[in-house]
């Protein structure tokens, strides 16, 4: 590949960024569209002709997806430059739309409900209809569990000035966020993003805790609000599933992620039971640093002087040299995100922390976000993100309604990249120190998803517990949160993160509830995969394209049983999956026996 140019082209999506004028007409149309939608969609009135049904569902479709289009991009500004105010009001504009969309839809499952049987399964056994059929059967089963159609509507519109606001007003406290950090005896203001990268990654400990020490006391003094913010989200999010007739806080999550409960608590299940291996890595790691205990900013600080570097344009080579180890398709699609521009990765001030793909569908394009610092993390990151991309590039030819993955599924195709990359690095290491410098990547990867996820998860058990009794406090939260990473920790650090609940954008998400647990879910499930493709070779990249493209037409119990013949119900894929972490771990504490600490 010729010489990279590491920030995006948005430019073919709408010219003129937050001022296009492509823009505005494009939402104008959009909004015109979702208006008259509602009226489209009542006129089936119990219509039993299948051919009206797929008028109306086609119209929904494309409603649907030009509306995606739009918060695909405005989600792309808003990330490139947090203090994009007309990009604010884009995507004020389209949270309404997207009210109003969610308001037809209501419309729609009243006509579904109403439909009668002998129609609707007429309806589902259509050539047309065939590859939503799973979209619309599990629309009409959530339908059922809900309120009255109208009432649902209801809540989406109140839902604009309410929970969608607290959502994004959590985005603009971000955004106003500056860390002050002294260095070399001048104070510098970092964005949440820059001092989390100082903080986590800097070889110095000296500079990870004068960092984190920073971050801790900028969120202290706006602790406060965020309180405020997360308990008027977990407050609406009661209200609403009280209305709903429903006890559980889960119940959402795991209807969203298409998985039963059984599956979560088995997975959390044999995490818990393998973290021994996990404990003794974080306990080698305090040796290495040469510490009693190693606090949170230790975590995923480097404790080899051997630090494989990339330069964006070597890590993209890299990714697309293992990629074609694996498919040629997937190596050639990567290529192409590269040369194309859809990666925007410049490390400058400015940006929003953390890394998302975003798609675009009808144009078949996605645009990846994250910001590069020539490390093996970064080259993982953006091997996880394309990933993601890849897995949108296949179900591209795809009608929108059996594109709709869940997040759970999702986090495989990304993991899976992920692995293929990290593994390669592993295995290409030219010595010693650089094996274990990048196998402690690899298991630090694990801790995030079997401990600092586990946490996650944890916390927000507790958090809507008390949350049902009354509003929880900023002290208690900090309280909360610490038990929390104690208990998935195992107690193994010395200092933790009290503040981590303010600053994590997850627990503040409008559209993913517990937007935590679906990480771990991937990784294991992905990691069970890599184990297959490592079995069969060349010949399971089109068996991987063939689950990629399952993935929103069927339950993740379903998809493991028809693509790998495994039961998630019960341990023994888990078991097998964590099995193979455990031994990055052991290898580690293997070539790391006897070492003394660097200092």
Request: a negative charge.
């Amino acid at each position: 590949m010729e010489k990279l140019n590491p920030t995006w082209n948005l430019e073919p999506i709408f010219a003129g960024g937050s001022e296009s004028p492509a823009l505005v007409a494009h939402l104008d149309q959009v909004e015109g569209r979702i208006e008259a939608l509602p009226a489209k969609i009542a006129s089936l009135q119990k219509s039993d002709s299948v051919e009206a049904w797929i008028e109306v569902l086609a119209t929904t479709q494309e409603v649907n997806s030009a509306l995606r289009y739009a918060t695909s991009f405005a989600s792309c500004l808003l990330a490139q430059d947090v203090k994009d105010l007309q990009a604010k009001i884009v995507s004020g504009r389209i949270t309404k739309l997207s009210a109003a969309l969610g308001a037809a839809m209501t419309v729609l499952d009243k006509q579904i409900l109403d439909a009668e049987e002998s129609a609707w399964q007429q309806l589902l056994a259509s050539e047309a209809v065939q590859p939503f059929a799973f979209w619309l059967e599990e629309r009409r089963l959530r339908a059922k569990e809900k309120m009255a159609p109208e009432m649902e509507a209801l809540a989406g519109v109140l839902g604009v000035d309410g929970y969608q606001a607290w959502g994004t007003l959590y985005n603009t406290l971000i955004g106003r966020m500056a860390i002050k950090v002294e260095m070399d005896g001048e104070v510098k203001e970092l964005s949440v993003g820059q001092a989390q990268n100082m903080y986590s990654g800097t070889p110095d400990r000296a500079v990870r805790e004068k960092a984190f020490a920073a971050w801790e006391e900028a969120f202290a003094a706006s602790e406060e609000l965020f309180a405020s913010n997360l308990n008027h989200l977990g407050g609406f999010r009661w209200a609403l599933y009280k209305s709903r007739g429903w006890d559980s806080i889960l119940k959402e999550p795991c209807d969203i992620n298409r998985m039963s409960r059984a599956t979560l608590d088995v997975m959390w299940d044999v995490i818990d039971k393998n973290k021994d291996v996990f404990v003794k890595f974080l306990e080698r790691k305090a040796e290495l640093i040469g510490v009693e205990k190693l606090s949170y900013y230790d975590l995923y600080a480097p404790t080899s002087s051997s630090n494989t570097s990339y330069t964006y344009d070597e890590g993209a080579q890299f990714i697309v040299d293992q990629f074609e180890q694996f498919s040629p398709d997937f190596a050639e699609f990567a290529r192409k995100a590269f040369e194309n521009r859809w990666i925007e990765a410049e490390d400058r001030p400015g940006k929003r922390p953390g890394g998302f793909c975003t798609s675009f569908p009808g144009k078949n394009e996605t645009r990846i976000f994250m910001t590069y610092d020539d490390s093996m993390g970064a080259v993982s990151t953006l091997a996880h993100e394309l990933g993601h991309a890849y897995h949108s590039h296949v179900m591209g030819d795809m009608p929108y309604f059996s594109r709709l993955y869940a997040m759970n599924v999702a986090e495989t195709a990304s993991t899976f990249a992920e692995t293929l990359v990290t593994s390669a690095a592993v295995r290409n290491a030219k010595s010693d120190d650089e094996k274990i410098a990048l196998l402690e990547e690899k298991v630090s990867g694990s801790i995030a998803m079997y401990m600092d996820i586990h946490s996650r998860f944890m916390f927000e058990n507790n958090f809507y517990d008390e949350r049902k009794k009354g509003l929880v406090s900023a002290e208690r939260l900090n309280e909360l949160m610490v038990e929390a990473q104690k208990k998935a920790y195992r107690d193994s650090l010395e200092l933790y993160h009290p503040r981590f609940w303010a600053s994590k954008l997850h627990f503040y998400s409008t559209t993913v509830p517990f937007y935590n647990f679906p990480y771990t879910f991937g990784y294991l499930f992905s990691t069970g995969v890599y184990a297959l493709a490592l079995q069969e070779g060349s010949s399971f990249a089109d068996k991987y394209v063939a689950l990629l493209r399952d993935t929103a037409s069927m339950t993740v119990e379903e998809l493991a049983k028809k693509h790998l013949g495994v039961d998630l119900t019960q341990p023994e894929f888990w078991q097998g999956a964590v099995d193979i972490t455990v031994a990055d771990a052991e290898e580690f504490l293997r070539l790391t026996a006897g070492k003394k600490a660097t200092k």
